[in-house]
Every structure is written in C-alpha cells, then in structure tokens.
C-alpha cells in the first residue's frame, strides 16, 4: 500500500492558479461539485467521509470560493469541521478580510468543547495558525511553551510564530524565528517550518522581493530534512513559487536535477513513481509537455508492478493533470480515461469513491472541463450514483 504521507500528496490540490470562477460556476466547480458527491458515498467509513469531503472544501478554498468552502466545512464531520472553520478564518486574515476572519475564528473556539481525544491537540494548533495570520503571535507562542514536548505541535507553532510575525510586518523578527532550531531538533520541526515559511509568502508584504526571501528560506531548510520528505517539501516550494510568479525557466533550473535524478533510479519502488508524478505535475505548471509525457511513459511501464489497483488510479489522473497543464489534451484525455477505468473496476464503494475523488480533484488542478473527458466521466459519476 502506498505510504499516508504520499496518499495526501497524490490528492492535494493546488488549484490557486486554476483560474477565477466566481459564484460556483465553470468546469473546475462542476468538478468539485462531483467529487463531493463521491466523497459523500462514502458511508460505511465515517472518518474517511470526513477526510475526503474536507479535501474537497480545500479544493474550494483554493479556487477562491470561500462561502462555498464554508457552507460545506460545517457538513464535513467531526474534528475537521472546527479545522477547516480555523483554516477558513486563516485565509480571510490573509486577504486581510478581518471581520470575516474574526466570526469565523470564534465559531470554531466555540466548537472546539466538542473535540475530544488526539485531534484536540492539532485543532488548537490550525486555532493558534488562524491568529497568527491576522499578525497575533501571542497563542502560538503559549501551546508553543505547553506543547514543547510534542515535535508535530512544536514545529508548527513555530512556524504560526513566523506567520504571525510577517503578518504583522516585523521582518526582521520573522527572520530571526525562522532560523530559529530547538535543541532537540526533529524532523518534524523542519518540516513544519518549512511549511510555515512557504505558506507565509502568500502573505501581502511591503517589498515582492520579500516573498522570494522566505521562499529561499523554506528552500535551505527543506535541505534538512532527509530522504523523500525532503523532496517532497521542495516540489511544494516550488509550486508556490509558481503562485508567486517565479519565471519559468528558473522553476525548470531548479527541478531539472530532481527529474532526472527520480527518472535514473532503479529502486525506489511506489514511492519513486508518486514522486515521479508529481513532478510531471510541475512539469505541466510550467509547459514542459515532453517531459511530462517521458513521465507518463516511464510510470507507465512500471506502474502494473509497483502500486495496488487501488492506488493506481489517483497516479494516473496526477499524470493526465500534468498533461493538461503543459497543453497536451490528447494525452490527459488518454490519462484520465486510463485513471477513470482503473476506478470503475474497483469492486467496493469505499476505494472506488475514494479514487473518483482523487479524479476529479486531478480535474480541478489539470484545469479540464470535465466534459472533454466525455463518455469516461460519465462512467467515473455513473460507477459512483450507480454503487
């Protein structure tokens, strides 16, 4: 089975650069209309209900459609609910929209006697995230304190901390906490902060070159974090440097050497093909049709041996989004009907659902009308209603 950690990559969705489709309108709604539908077929698994209508809220979010993501976060379910209310409130502090921000924000503290158990913990920390977007470091700096004994927490206070201080315009501050290490320094910690930082040059500040400083931030310091993680946290730099408007030949200078070095390896097994994928996804962001079709290929040939079928689908349709991005439509119809084919011969609601909304989220990043997929998208809402 495919790694958690590479199961949340294959269905994240970076969809900020996606277009502007106002008032729930246009493919990319339709889509994400679809993959609520699939994600709420999923009825004999609450919790995994509740993490796949959450994924699709966040597909919202990104598209810019907030009084969508927000209606919907409160039909999510459980923990989750109170986290996309936090995150809702962390994305309206970031346009600086502070009145919805703060009602926001206190709907989910008022939510939050309703937690119980492990979740408590992450829900006070997306609570801490939400203030330090609107430039309120102080709650971050206190479960900073209480939780120091738990790296997951730790790391992403501090990277709230960092947030809160670039939110509220004190630069140099936010410098110094970013090179900040605690002395027990864990993995975790650099990848949350690492995280922290990119997420921060969303942020409006006073000078663009800015944005670029916290980005080469986020870049060293992804370089302390071993392995795949590693290259992991820098292919989401570099599709927030995409975000931000970093040329494109500088995107393929950086990812060049990450290509070629995943396309040489001879192990590496579920993990190199997923990785592989998503950087055919970058590839695609900044038009490099070739190489994402040399992607397709090798995944291709390797994929029948390396992943379950159960996981091959959400590969596939990564690779057709990939394709649609660089401008390649016949081979991202061709990928999406192979992801969609892969879906319907799931034999249980559960994966299958699961797998369509995968699909459809690839829609949504890969910026494809649905309706050019024809008679294969027919079959993926058919395989679904008709489960």
Known sequence: MVPVYFRAALVSVWVASAGCERGGEG?????????????????????????????????????????????????????????????LAAEHARRGQAREAARLLAEAEEQVANVRGWPLDRVRAHLARARAYAGDVGPAKVLRERYDHDPDIRGRLHGSAVIALVAAGRWEEAVAVAKERPQNARVEDAVELTAALRD?????????????????????????IPGWKSVEA???????????????????????????????MTAG????????????????????????????????????????PIDQPALWARLASAAALAGDEPLAVELFDRAIRGTVELANLRPRAMAAVETALAVVRGRMDPAKIGESWARLRTSIHGG
């Open 200 to 224: 921060a040059a969303a942020l409006p500040v006073e000078a663009p070159e800015r944005r670029r400083q916290l980005l080469e931030l986020a870049w060293g310091t992804a370089g302390e």
């Open 269 to 308: 097994g579920e993990v190199r093909l997923i990785v592989l994928g998503r950087i055919a996804e970058l590839w695609g962001r900044v038009g490099e049709a070739a190489r994402v079709r040399r992607i397709a290929e090798v995944v291709g040939a390797e994929i029948g041996r390396e992943l379950q």
């Open 27 to 87: 493919p990319s709604a339709r889509a994400l209309e679809s993959a609520w539908t699939f994600a709420s077929a999923i009825t004999n698994d609450a919790a995994d209900r509740a993490k796949y209508r959450e994924r699709v809220v966040r597909g919202w979010m990104e598209l810019g459609e907030l009084r969508r993501a927000e209606a919907l976060a409160r039909q999510v379910g459980d923990w989750r609910s109170v986290v996309l209310l936090a995150d």
């Open 234 to 264: 820098r292919l989401d730099i570099l599709e927030a440097m995409v975000a931000v408007g970093v040329p494109a030949a500088e995107i393929a200078e950086r990812l060049a050497p990450i290509s070629d070095g995943w396309l040489g």
